[in-house]
C-alpha cells in the first residue's frame, strides 16, 4: 500500500488504483510508487492495469510544493513516471470512467491501451494558471500531432471520450457500466500470448519517438520548475505602476 495507491497482484497481474481525494491528484509520493510499480514489477507480473476510486479519474498533480527544492523533486517524480510508462516491461492498460486533466491525460495517452466510459472529459488546465504545460508537451504532439497539441494547450478546451479516441489518446469508448466486463476481456486477451511476446512487441515498436519522448520529459521537468519560479517571483512583486 502506497499513500495515494492501492496496489494488488492476481498471478500475472497486477492492479494500481487511485486513491487520493475527489480529484485523485498526484503526489510526488505516488509518482514515486507508480514509477517502483513499473519499474520493478514482481517477475511473474506481465501486464498492470491502472484505475481510479471514485467518480474523477485523475485531475493531474498536487500543487502544494512552493520551496525550488520541492517543486524540482515533484517535477522529477512525474517526468519518471511518464518514462516509467513507456519503459516498462509490463503491458499498461488504463481503465478511465471519469474525468482526467493534465497529468492524469498522461496515463491514459501513454498506456499501452486505454479505455474510456462515455462521459469521461479529458482536458490540459495548466494555461489558466499561467503556464505552458511542459510535461504535457513533451508527448503530446507524438499523440495528436503539433497543432492539436498547441490547440489543446493554449485553449485548455475539454473534449469528450468520443474526440479522444478518435485523435489517439485511447482506444475505444465503452459504455460505464460494461467498463469492468471490458476490461477483463482486454486483460484476458492480452494475457493469451506468451508472457514475453508483448514485452518483445513493446521493444520492437519503433524507438525514435519514445527515446524522444523520454528524452523531453526530463527536459521539461526543468522548464517547469523555472518557469513555476519566475512565475511566483513575479506574482509577489507589488505592482508599482499605480504609485
Known amino acids: 500500500m502506497i499513500n495515494g495507491l492501492n496496489v494488488?497482484?492476481?498471478?500475472?497481474?497486477?492492479?494500481?488504483?487511485?486513491?487520493?481525494?475527489?480529484?485523485?491528484?498526484?503526489?510526488?509520493?505516488?509518482?514515486?510508487?507508480?514509477?517502483?510499480?513499473?519499474?520493478?514489477?514482481?517477475?511473474?507480473?506481465?501486464?498492470?492495469?491502472?484505475?481510479?476510486?471514485?467518480?474523477v479519474f485523475c485531475t493531474g498533480r498536487d500543487r502544494s510544493a512552493r520551496l525550488p527544492g520541492e517543486m524540482r523533486a515533484m517535477a522529477s517524480a512525474l517526468a519518471e513516471a511518464n518514462v516509467a510508462l513507456?519503459?516498462?516491461?509490463?503491458?499498461?492498460?488504463?481503465?478511465?470512467?471519469?474525468?482526467?486533466?493534465?497529468?492524469g491525460v498522461g496515463l491514459v495517452a501513454l498506456a499501452d491501451v486505454a479505455i474510456v466510459a462515455e462521459g469521461s472529459r479529458f482536458w490540459f488546465p495548466e494555461v489558466r494558471d499561467g503556464l505552458s504545460p511542459a510535461l504535457v508537451l513533451a508527448w503530446l504532439p507524438y499523440v495528436v500531432g503539433?497543432?492539436?497539441?498547441?490547440?489543446?494547450?493554449?485553449s485548455g478546451e475539454e473534449i469528450d471520450a468520443v474526440e479522444a479516441c478518435r485523435i489517439g489518446l485511447a482506444n475505444e469508448v465503452v459504455p460505464s457500466q460494461l467498463m469492468d466486463e471490458r476490461t477483463n476481456s482486454i486483460v484476458k486477451t492480452l494475457m493469451l500470448a506468451p508472457s514475453s511476446v508483448c514485452a518483445q512487441i513493446k521493444s520492437d515498436l519503433p524507438s525514435q519517438e519514445r527515446l524522444a519522448i523520454i528524452a523531453e520529459s526530463r527536459a521539461a521537468a526543468d522548464r517547469l520548475v523555472l518557469r513555476t519560479l519566475v512565475r511566483q517571483q513575479s506574482d509577489s512583486c507589488p505592482d508599482l505602476s499605480n504609485n
Open 146 to 154: 503539433r497543432r492539436r497539441a498547441f490547440w489543446m494547450a493554449a
Open 8 to 55: 494488488s497482484q492476481d498471478g500475472a497481474l497486477l492492479r494500481v488504483e487511485l486513491e487520493n481525494g475527489p480529484g485523485n491528484e498526484f503526489t510526488e509520493e505516488m509518482c514515486l510508487g507508480l514509477t517502483d510499480v513499473l519499474m520493478n514489477p514482481p517477475a511473474s507480473a506481465s501486464l498492470v492495469v491502472l484505475t481510479a476510486v471514485g467518480e
Open 86 to 103: 513507456l519503459a516498462t516491461r509490463l503491458t499498461v492498460v488504463t481503465r478511465v470512467d471519469g474525468d482526467a486533466a493534465g497529468f
